[in-house]
């Protein structure tokens, strides 16, 4: 049935072969990290926005077993509405194609798929990181290691407060994994403009960003990722009070419920959209769809850069 390649939507192989800009966008925050019916809705925005900033949108995903680079609006459909929809990191792609799953990808699994096929700028809106109890769960996700190895810039908003900020950062820089703000010094909390810590860089426009790409590409040293971390505008933010008390209380829910694992991270997304009534929803789509923004524009920098070097 299947030789397992890659499978490439028309538009985003088109793309790729006339070295057009493409942003690669994530498939889990659809099919786990937002609630029905708004994730399909806000799928298609992310790809809008994309296309709005001047570059071809490649969401990545997995479809009966076929891993697709640019799903059509049928299969992304597919993965916002089926039920039991696998959560795929780097490790899950094999065994899914094999098995014949639908699965969406997580930040590390897009990452390795957008980079394998060439794609240079990821758009999402968290990413993972260390757990709380990490210390003694060893949780940590595999966002981490396998950005350590990904040549992509990947544009966020840095991570959830769910997590261990700090020591995210700190494994984030014994992975050698780039971090640079935004127009910022100061690592975001995903809903919260500032997650607590300082950063030691910042870029002040796409082309900067643009340029660190080339210069990594360039010199050929550095494996890995480059975040961009793009807070949001102070006053776009969650209620920081409102924020801390959802937190606690998911903190404590997930606890109680026992849960852990990979079913993490959906559990406190999904106590957020709940507890919240709707104000993170809303907060979580700005969020995507500035990093969508962004990240296009970072995409049409890095590819008029590599025209002008002659690559
Ligand atoms: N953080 C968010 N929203 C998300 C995720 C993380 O704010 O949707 C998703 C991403 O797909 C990320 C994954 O790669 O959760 C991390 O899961 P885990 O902690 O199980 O590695
Ligand atoms: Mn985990």
């Given amino acids: 049935m299947t030789d397992y390649q890659i499978r490439y939507g028309a538009e985003v192989a088109e793309a790729l072969r006339a070295g057009r800009p493409v942003v690669a966008c ?26 709005d900033n001047g570059a071809v949108p490649a969401t990545i995903g997995m479809v009966a077993g076929e891993l697709v680079v640019g799903l059509d609006d049928a299969q992304l459909t597919r993965l916002a509405s089926a039920d039991g929809v696998a959560k795929l990191s780097v490790r899950d792609l094999a065994v899914a194609a094999a098995t014949g799953v639908d699965g969406a990808t997580t930040v590390a699994a897009t990452s390795a798929v957008a980079a394998a096929a060439g794609i240079r ?15 003694q769960t060893f949780d940590e996700s595999a966002d981490l290691t396998t950005l350590s190895r990904t040549p992509i810039a990947v544009v966020c908003a840095g991570v959830k407060s769910i997590l261990d900020v700090g020591a995210t ?69 969650l209620d920081p009070e409102l924020h801390d008390r959802t937190l606690t209380d998911g903190l404590a829910r997930l606890a109680a419920d026992g849960i852990t694992g990979k079913a993490v991270t959906p559990f406190l997304l999904a106590h957020f959209h709940a507890a919240t009534e709707g104000a993170s929803l809303a907060v979580n789509v700005r969020i995507i769809l500035r990093n969508a923004a962004l990240a296009a524009r970072i995409a049409v920098a890095a590819a008029t850069t590599a025209t002008g070097s002659g690559r």
């Fill in 169 to 237: 950062l700190e494994r984030l820089e014994t992975l050698g994994v780039a971090v640079v703000g935004y127009r910022s010094r100061r690592f975001p909390g995903f809903f919260i403009t500032d997650g607590g810590f300082d950063l030691d860089w910042s870029v002040e426009s796409p082309e900067q960003a643009a340029a660190v790409l080339a210069a990594r590409a360039a010199q050929a040293v550095q494996p890995g990722a480059l975040i961009v971390a793009n807070p949001l505008p102070p006053q776009e933010q």
């Fill in 121 to 135: 700028v990821f758009a999402t809106g968290g990413l993972g990181g260390v757990h709380r109890e990490a210390a």
């Fill in 26 to 51: 994530e498939s889990t925050i659809v099919s786990h990290g937002l609630p029905r019916p708004d994730n399909l809705r806000v799928a298609r925005e992310i790809e809008r926005a994309v296309r």
